[in-house]
């Protein structure tokens, strides 16, 4: 007679007293499993948010208005900026007297030095800086270098020369030094661009509807020029702890179980005199590789109001014609061809209006 019980496999039969802990052990494998990928130790462990502290542990406030009454601060920053500019178009925000001239919008693209098509296209489409009557724009592409490809940065030479719109500095141009890019926006438009309204940070795969981010930017009292911020604003955003993601991040980075309030970094907008603020206190923040995080920690630093709007969009947002019609910003437009037909549409149904 053929043993037919499950229990028996290749001669070895389980005792009656053996098979629960089998069956226990079947049912705890894939929630130990699930723990270790998860990294459920590392959330658990995190340090609840009310405790945050992030270096420098100083009154921010108090250190920014010293420097900004050219005062000593009384500590020594952080961060000093040790990548010198290889590629400046300092007078871009001059008149031809050399004096500062009146901006309305700063457009500051963070751009990777490969994408040629794509800052091209910005050009003709919604990064044009006389595409809107009475309004003063300028733009530029904040880049970093490949010191190991001679020809690219040749090329990115005469880019500069054609359209005298490329910042660079001497850092690897690479995703985790972002950071270091924004950091190089902000540092130009305080020391270059001084007569800039306001400033529009954009990575260069996005999709903008100038008109729209006018309306939006317009709404902006005076009074709010010196501490706001506006963009699409994450609260009660967990660290990743899973550690094969390239946004994990371990407890000794950061222990706490929430970030800051943080704009998404691939479209977010500040008045020239919050940029002044953010820019010093960014020297004596210490520095994280998520660049829209860091953004979030310094603002926090400095009580500086975050003001989130729906119509700025992080992902892909599927295109239709009157559903973009409020859209300010979208993310997902690294095909030059996509961008060209969405802008040209929204451009020509604005003019038809």
């Avoid at 894939?30 to 502290?53: D, G, H, I, K, L």
């Amino acid at each position: 007679m053929v043993n037919s019980s499950p229990w028996k496999w290749r001669g070895f039969q389980l005792q009656p007293h053996h098979r629960g802990n089998v069956i226990i052990a079947c049912l705890l494998l894939p929630s130990v499993y699930y723990c270790y990928y998860y990294n459920v130790y590392e959330y658990a462990m995190a340090t609840p948010f009310a405790y945050f502290e992030y270096p420098l542990e100083v009154d921010m406030d108090k250190v920014v208005k010293a420097i900004m009454n050219n005062e000593n601060p009384g500590v020594s920053p952080l961060n000093k900026n040790n990548f010198p500019f290889v590629i400046n178009p300092d007078r871009k925000c001059k008149d031809e007297d050399g004096n500062d001239e009146n901006i309305y919008i700063l457009f500051l693209i963070k751009s990777r030095m490969g994408n040629f098509e794509q800052r091209q296209m910005i050009r003709r489409t919604w990064g044009r800086e006389h595409g809107i009557p009475y309004v003063n724009i300028r733009r530029v592409f904040l880049l970093g270098v490949d010191p190991n490809d001679k020809a690219l940065q040749h090329r990115i030479g005469l880019e500069a020369q054609d359209h005298e719109d490329i910042v660079q500095q001497f850092f690897v141009d690479q995703y985790f030094n972002n950071t270091i890019k924004l950091m190089m926006g902000f540092q130009w438009a305080v020391q270059h661009c001084t007569g800039a309204r306001f400033l529009a940070f954009f990575d260069d795969d996005y999709y903008v509807n100038t008109h729209n981010l006018l309306n939006l930017l317009q709404a902006v009292k005076p009074t709010e020029y010196n501490n706001l911020l506006l963009g699409f604003i994450w609260k009660n955003a967990m660290p990743y702890r899973i550690q094969d993601k390239k946004w994990y991040i371990s407890l000794a980075e950061y222990p706490y179980r929430f970030w800051p309030p943080y704009p998404t970094a691939g479209s977010f907008f500040v008045p020239m005199e919050t940029a002044e603020r953010i820019y010093a206190a960014m020297q004596y923040t210490k520095i994280i590789r998520f660049d829209d995080v860091f953004v979030g920690i310094v603002a926090w630093k400095l009580k500086i109001e975050l003001k989130h709007n729906n119509n700025l969009y992080f992902y892909d947002y599927k295109y239709e014609l009157n559903r973009y019609r409020p859209v300010i910003a979208a993310h997902g437009f690294g095909d030059v061809e996509r961008l060209y037909y969405v802008w040209k549409e929204q451009h020509d149904l604005l003019k038809n209006e």
